[in-house]
């Protein structure tokens, strides 16, 4: 969902910049604290893997196109502060190097596929494992929800923007029914790729994944009990 | 059970992203995204400006000067990779040695 130069007006993308600014300085801030040892390591590799996965457009229907956002994919691996960062090197690279996604629209696209997608990825993952069994079996099934919904948002978040400042005046209902009903369909990728690399992942090193971290916690919590 | 090392698991995910991008992306799907069928179908996506960097050597994952698709996509892929791990790398190595921030004076 990379949005070109010219889709919104001026105002609109110095706004969506100021706000990328505002959360990256958060972020920066942030990041801090969740780099330890487990999660610094696994930080290059997610941008790098989000890197690669976003290529990779599979097909929806109708002679459409989608690709993994990633950003619900990364807050659940790395956390959210670290994970927005990764998403920012991915799409400041994409736009510098690939000409894939503007650069005056740079900004908007940080909001769209960074914020939206880490933010509400996040809070769906964290929503999901207050009410379902502590038990890493959840922790993808949480993922693949948050990465759903993070899409879906992400898309209803373009027709905010768009509202804003569109430079070509669109029915505003019928551009939000068709960006909900297509990435309807992509947000099922989404939800399928990350459901499929946390498993794989919490399979084999669930200390490695950050949303996997009050699970393992717990178990081991357990473990001790029996053993007194 | 073993436990698999972090650099087994790193190293993995890293040969996964680079076949991803080297390789699988070739068999990409090339119809319009989402945004840009959405936009063709309301009619705005003539407001399209082309990027400034649309001249660039990797521009639209395609190597410049390389005739072979497969080549020209696959190298721009692992090429991409590999600046992205370097970026975030660097940028999450200067945070993590970050020094913390004065506590005195509030926020």
């Given at each position: 969902?990379?949005?070109?130069?010219?889709?919104?007006?001026?105002?609109?993308?110095?706004?969506?910049?100021?706000?990328?600014?505002?959360?990256?300085?958060?972020?920066?801030?942030?990041?801090?604290?969740?780099?330890?040892?487990?999660?610094?390591?696994?930080?290059?590799?997610?941008?790098?893997?989000?890197?690669?996965?976003?290529?990779?457009?599979?097909?929806?229907?109708?002679?459409?196109?989608?690709?993994?956002?990633?950003?619900?994919?990364?807050?659940?691996?790395?956390?959210?502060?670290?994970?927005?960062?990764?998403?920012?090197?991915?799409?400041?690279?994409?736009?510098?190097?690939?000409?894939?996604?503007?650069?005056?629209?740079?900004?908007?696209?940080?909001?769209?596929?960074?914020?939206?997608?880490?933010?509400?990825?996040?809070?769906?993952?964290?929503?999901?494992?207050?009410?379902?069994?502590?038990?890493?079996?959840?922790?993808?099934?949480?993922?693949?929800?948050?990465?759903?919904?993070?899409?879906?948002?992400?898309?209803?978040?373009?027709?905010?923007?768009y509202a804003l400042g569109g430079?070509?005046?669109?029915?505003?209902?019928?551009?939000?029914?068709?960006?909900?009903?297509?990435?309807?369909?992509?947000?099922?990728?989404?939800?399928?790729?990350?459901?499929?690399?946390?498993?794989?992942?919490?399979?084999?090193?669930?200390?490695?994944?950050?949303?996997?971290?009050?699970?393992?916690?717990?178990r081991e919590l357990e473990t001790?009990?029996?053993?007194? | 059970?073993?436990?698999?090392?972090?650099?087994?698991?790193?190293?993995?995910?890293?040969?996964?992203?680079?076949?991803?991008?080297?390789?699988?992306?070739?068999?990409?799907?090339?119809?319009?995204?989402?945004?840009?069928?959405?936009?063709?179908?309301?009619?705005?996506?003539?407001?399209?400006?082309?990027?400034?960097?649309?001249?660039?050597?990797?521009?639209?994952?395609?190597?410049?000067?390389?005739?072979?698709?497969?080549?020209?996509?696959?190298?721009?892929?692992?090429?991409?990779?590999?600046?992205?791990?370097?970026?975030?790398?660097?940028?999450?190595?200067?945070?993590?040695?970050?020094?913390?921030?004065?506590?005195?004076?509030?926020?």
């Open positions: 969902m990379h949005v070109p130069d010219g889709f919104l007006d001026a105002p609109t993308s110095v706004a969506t910049a100021a706000a990328a600014a505002a959360a990256i300085g958060i972020a920066l801030r942030g990041a801090r604290r969740e780099l330890d040892d487990r999660v610094a390591p696994l930080a290059g590799l997610v941008a790098t893997f989000v890197f690669a996965t976003q290529m990779l457009n599979f097909p929806v229907a109708g002679g459409t196109s989608g690709h993994l956002m990633g950003g619900a994919l990364a807050a659940v691996l790395v956390g959210p502060y670290t994970g927005l960062l990764c998403m920012t090197v991915v799409l400041v690279v994409q736009s510098l190097l690939f000409a894939d996604g503007g650069i005056t629209a740079l900004g908007t696209n940080v909001v769209l596929m960074g914020i939206v997608t880490v933010v509400v990825g996040h809070a769906v993952f964290r929503g999901v494992q207050l009410v379902v069994p502590k038990r890493l079996s959840m922790v993808a099934p949480a993922a693949a929800l948050g990465a759903f919904v993070s899409v879906v948002l992400s898309s209803a978040t373009f027709v905010a923007l430079v070509i005046p669109i029915p505003l209902d019928t551009l939000l029914t068709a960006m909900i009903g297509v990435h309807t369909l992509i947000g099922l990728g989404e939800a399928a790729i990350t459901f499929l690399v946390v498993a794989s992942i919490v399979a084999v090193r669930p200390d490695l994944v950050y949303g996997a971290r009050r699970v393992v916690a717990v001790r009990l029996v053993a007194s | 059970m073993r436990a698999v090392s972090t650099r087994t698991v790193l190293l993995i995910g890293f040969l996964v992203a680079l076949a991803l991008a080297g390789v699988v992306s070739f068999y990409a799907s090339a119809s319009p995204d989402g945004l840009n069928r959405v936009a063709g179908e309301l009619g705005f996506s003539g407001a399209q400006q082309s990027s400034g960097t649309s001249r660039g050597p990797l521009a639209g994952y395609e190597t410049v000067g390389l005739g072979n698709a497969r080549l020209s996509g696959g190298l721009a892929g692992v090429l991409g990779c590999l600046v992205v791990l370097g970026c975030s790398s660097l940028l999450l190595l200067l945070r993590r040695h970050a020094p913390e921030p004065a506590r005195t004076g509030g926020e």
